[in-house]
């Protein structure tokens, strides 16, 4: 099957559907015509400065129009893009900035005051900002001149190749410096058209984008396959609660997507109140491990399932979803396999594993990555024999399910048997008094590691000794958290994802 370049399907859509809403943002609808103006507009803008196709483009917005129109805007002007988080700290903002190799920067107002320690690092960037009051600094472009430009001529563009670079993607960076992932055009855009049809997304859905534009998951199946199928998003620059659930009544959204904490609290949020999410005909999970707990309350709570898939960013990213022609969920399982890809599980010898026996998840298809920014030999190293090597423990049952077990290096080793962190977490998720949980390994003298267990509780009357005694009951003596830590609230990325390596390395410096 041929794909188009990512920028061709908005064309596509603002040409056959003109007056359709392509996005509501803060009660103001935009149509894919407007939408479109103005990313033409920002094309010009930059090419006016100086900007040239195969250039890149740092997006260090939150979710709003801006970064809608800057991403289409660069792609249009044959530029690559580089979603980044703005909350990250200076340092490894530029870091990635350099790494990147882009030529321009667009950022929040708040991010000008690092015009000169930007430009002391990248001589000759451009730095353009979304203004709202106040003087710029000297040489920093405003983003309404962009959108004041006049509009470049509405042609394809001449290097609009499915293989020209259009996004580096950054890993979170859980082990050594974050790599960036190139995606092509057409591994976007296959990805866009294949989720899509598969998971029967019209021009009719109204998608609720609260999850990171600049992440992988929510730039693919929130902004590109909305565009792709000619839905409306509605844009939410941050993740409430309970705004979700006012706005999803609101606007009758017919799609949500979001990771498994953001259910969590839509449960705790909705919990004494009257909702109507009637309306709502996907509810989406992804980005992490669904705890089955979480699952089955939000389930009973709204009579609805919720749909379970996996990726990761070099993947861009969904490789696997809950089956949508007709066959069983399967509750703990990731789904299968989508249309186009294929997926299996490996020894240690990259060999086939048997059915039910654990091993390496590796993926193939239209949607990988080229390999990583600079990097051959990390791109060597997962990108063997033509497979995609996630780095997941995973199983495959007899009817084509997987399962996710655990990551590959979130094992734990407790005197020669294996852990996975995921089966002790599903256990504690099941004790009432916990909001939330992650386990990780230590160092133990006696063991070689030790399971400990951070948890966030609904009130201080619960105990170590309460939730040790519930594990006792459910898990074998080995998979026991030796240590119980109360917290406030778990470290977490931009989507909601445990940061357990902030927890390995608190744990290190906290008393046994």
Known sequence: MDFACLDEHLRAAAQGTPDAPAYTYLGKTVSYSELYHDVLCVAGGLQELGLASGDGLAILLPNGPEFVTAFHGALRAGMYCVPMNPLYPPGELLYMIRDSGVKAIVAPLQLAAMAPLVRAAVPGIALIVVEQSGALPDGVVPYGSLLAHAPVADARRATGSVDDLAVVLYTSGTTGKPKGAMLTHGNLSSEAVILGDYMDYAAEDRIVAVLPLFHAFGLTVCLNTAIYTGAELIILPRFSPTEVLTVIQAARATIFVGVPTMYSFILQAARDTAVDVSSVRHWVSGGAAMPTAVMESFERRFGAPILEGYGLSEASPVTSF?????????????????????QMVVDEEDRAAPVGELGELVVRGPNVM???LGRPEETAAILRGGWLHTGDIARMDEDGYFYIVDRKKDMIIVGGFNVYPRE???????????????????????????????????????????????CAERLVKYKWPTRIVFTDELPKNAIGKVLRRQLKELSAHSPS
Not at 431 to 453: C, F, K, R, T
């Open 370 to 372: 080229k390999g990583y």
């Open 322 to 342: 809950a089956p949508m022609d007709g066959r069983p969920r399967k509750i703990g399982s990731i789904g299968v396999t989508l249309p186009m890809m294929e």
């Open 424 to 470: 002790v977490e599903d256990v504690l998720f099941g004790h009432e008094g916990l909001i939330e949980s992650a386990v990780v390994g230590v160092p133990d003298d006696q063991y070689g590691e030790a399971v400990v267990a951070y948890v966030v509780r609904r009130n201080d009357s619960l105990t170590a000794e309460d939730i040790q005694a519930f």
